[in-house]
Structure formats: C-alpha cells, structure tokens
C-alpha cells in the first residue's frame, strides 16, 4: 500500500509563484516515474509535468518556460515549482507516481490540492 501527501496549493495573485510537494511512503520496490496532473472544472484531467526515474523531464506546451518538475529519490518527494501563475492555471492538482511492486507496476495518485490564482 502506498500513501501520497501532497501540499502546497491555495491561492495567490496571478504572476505569482507556488510549490507543490507530494511525498510517497508505503510498500514499493521502486518509484519509475512522477507526475503532476491539473483538473479544472469541466474539463477533463490533463498531465502538467512527469519526470522519470532517469531524470528526463517532459511537460505540458501551456506551462514550459514557467513550472519546473524534480525529484527527490531518496525522499521519495516529486515537486512542482510554478512561476508566472496565470488564472486559466486554476485547478485542483494531483500528484501521481508509477512504482512496482513483486514485479508488477502500479499507479497511485494524491488526493488532490487546489490550486487558485486571482487575476
């Protein structure tokens, strides 16, 4: 069983900035890769940023140049930093981690925080 805690949303003035951290404890062999999702109202969830256990890093045309993804592997900790926040990046972001256990791989996902940003 795995548990994932994340923190960091809430709401802040367009142009600013916000950290999301998502830690991952639990029963895993091994973390592959780790990733943020967003999900606005009405619309359907959509991958943000990921990064492997390599390192490599791919991200969502509409936040390159302001978020950063990375990873801590000895924590087991995925962040997110976002810059220059606009209003259409409001919504609630889930963190998810692809890990495998006994051979099998699994995906987990947070329980979600809620990103605002004001215009």
């Known amino acids: 069983q795995v548990q994932l805690v994340e923190s960091g949303g809430g709401l802040v003035q367009a142009g600013g900035s916000l950290r999301l951290s998502c830690a991952a404890s639990g029963s895993f062999f091994s973390i592959n890769a780790m990733g943020w999702y967003r999900q606005a109202p009405g619309k359907q969830r959509e991958l943000v940023a990921r990064?492997?256990?390599?390192?490599?890093?791919n991200y969502a045309d509409s936040v390159k140049g302001r978020f950063t993804i990375s990873r801590d592997n000895a924590k087991n900790t995925v962040y997110l930093e976002m810059n220059s926040l606009k209003p259409e990046d409001t919504a609630v972001y889930y963190c998810q981690i692809q890990f495998m256990e006994d051979s099998i791989t699994y995906i987990d996902w947070g329980q979600g925080t809620q990103v605002t940003v004001s215009s």
């Open positions: 990064v492997t256990s390599g390192g490599s890093t």
